[in-house]
């Protein structure tokens, strides 16, 4: 099934460390979003941006839709143990319904 | 807590049989879609149905069928089971059906084949 190319696969970095995670596609995405994935749990949204050059905060979280459409990323800044899990961007079409075409997930570690 | 709910948590059965997974969305919304996520293809897209009628399908397989009642849950059905289909299946629900509208997930079922 069609992808995005989310990158890095995986990070293991130390607490109050700043985090950078992105995806980029070979479509124009309409709608971006970002979700984290607790083990157990589905995904939960972040963050949702819905027009090119649009950077939304939610909270220690800054997420950007790319001037090209095709890409998006997702900062964590001064990062805390909770903020363990698998990150998912997923990208969406206006008129294809509103499924979402997930990128492959980044598995953030964090040592306290 | 998502607001959207899934039965059952978890579901173990054997190859060839059939089972029906459960969806109630968030109140107030409309839009139902199903997602199976595996480890090696990731979260797929299978269908959406909004206000009781199919919206958009995706790779889903011929054995697995799906529908919303007029209450607004949803149900996805497999048959003739086989290993393959132990997977994690979710359902999303939002408020409309088209592409700008934020899903919320519910915390899916495990389906596990033997």
Redesign the interface.
């Known amino acids: 099934g069609q992808q995005l190319n989310q990158s890095p696969q995986s990070m293991f970095i130390q607490e109050g460390e700043d985090v950078s995670m992105n995806c980029t596609s070979s479509s124009i995405f309409n709608t971006w979003l970002w979700y984290k994935q607790d083990p157990g749990e589905g995904p939960v949204l972040l963050i949702a941006l819905y027009k090119a050059g649009e950077l939304t905060s939610n909270g220690r979280l800054t997420a950007q839709f790319g001037i090209t459409r095709k890409d998006s990323f997702l900062n964590i800044s001064a990062s805390i143990p909770s903020d363990v899990g698998i990150y998912f961007c997923a990208g969406q079409f206006y008129n294809q319904g509103g499924k979402l075409i997930f990128g492959q997930g980044t598995e953030l570690s964090v040592k306290p | 807590d998502?607001g959207?709910t899934?039965t059952p948590k978890h579901l173990i059965t054997a190859t060839g049989q059939r089972v029906t997974l459960r969806c109630s969305p968030r109140s107030g919304d409309l839009?139902v879609?199903w997602?199976q996520q595996s480890l090696d293809?990731?979260?797929?897209?299978l269908i959406?149905y909004?206000n009781g009628e199919e919206?958009?399908k995706?790779?889903i397989l011929e054995r697995f069928s799906a529908q919303q009642f007029p209450d607004l849950h949803s149900e996805l059905n497999l048959s003739s089971l086989e290993l393959g289909d132990s997977a994690l299946y979710?359902c999303?629900s939002?408020r409309m059906?088209?592409?700008?509208?934020?899903?919320?997930?519910?915390?899916?079922t495990r389906l596990s084949i033997l």
């Open positions: 998502s959207v899934q839009s879609y997602y293809q990731g979260l797929q897209f959406q909004y919206r958009a995706g790779n979710f999303a939002s059906g088209g592409g700008n509208q934020p899903q919320h997930f519910g915390d899916g």
